[in-house]
């Protein structure tokens, strides 16, 4: 039985007590009851308050266990959620620094990439070059045969120094305008023209167009066919001068 249970049995046993007792003869408000009984069932009752609180701090014991324990438990969920928190945390700042390394090697392996096919184009372009400036170098090698050697040699000077000049002009005025329309401007380089013109006791009396000659020098099969013609010409008696028509243009023996 609990002390609570207890402390009802003895309540109840005092109130058959008193109910069993003789009144007092001389006062009806008063009982005669017996003192050993009555004794008895205090202790009894004493001993029940005492069961009672026992039980109470029991109760309160372990009121106060049970919430230390509620407690720790709380603690340990928030422990544990804020070290898996920390984990997913940790996770994903490896993952982006992962992520970002292999993005730096990517543009690495793109830059050396682009830097390879520069150098190779590079390279090709040298080699282009240094065939083009041989080939230049044949051409003008070619040149020396020709009866007209320092008039062509004059031609092409005059034409590089004429192209470098528009280049040297082009450069300036999109320095000074990028932005501006850039308006054609036509030259005539009269020094050019002079040059091609022949002195007038050399002139032929029957006067024939001279078309200026191609800047580009083609020495083909055709030139050599013509120049082999003339050295057969030389010895003929024929005072007429015939025209004869080359990749140069036309051009007079």
Known sequence: MSAQD???KVLRELHVLLSKSNPYERDSNYLVVNKKEMLDILKQL?????EVMDEYELTQQGREQAQREN???GEEIINDARAKAEDVYAASVMYTDEALRRILDIMDEANESVKAVYDSMGEKLANERKLVSGDKLELKSLLQDLKDTDKYMGIIEERNKKIAKEKKWKE????SSPYAAVKPEI???????????????EQPEEK??????????????EYFKWKEQEGKEED????????????FGKFMK
């Open 71 to 73: 407690r720790k438990i």
């Open 208 to 221: 024939t167009e001279k078309a200026a000659p191609e800047i580009s020098v083609n020495l083909d099969s």
């Open 6 to 8: 207890n402390m009802e």
């Open 46 to 50: 004493a001993v029940c308050m005492s």
């Open 172 to 175: 300036e005025d999109t320095e």
């Open 187 to 201: 030259k005539i380089n009269r020094d050019y023209f002079e040059q091609l013109e022949e002195p007038e006791e």
């Open 236 to 247: 003929s008696e024929d005072e007429k001068q015939p025209e004869k028509k080359g990749f």
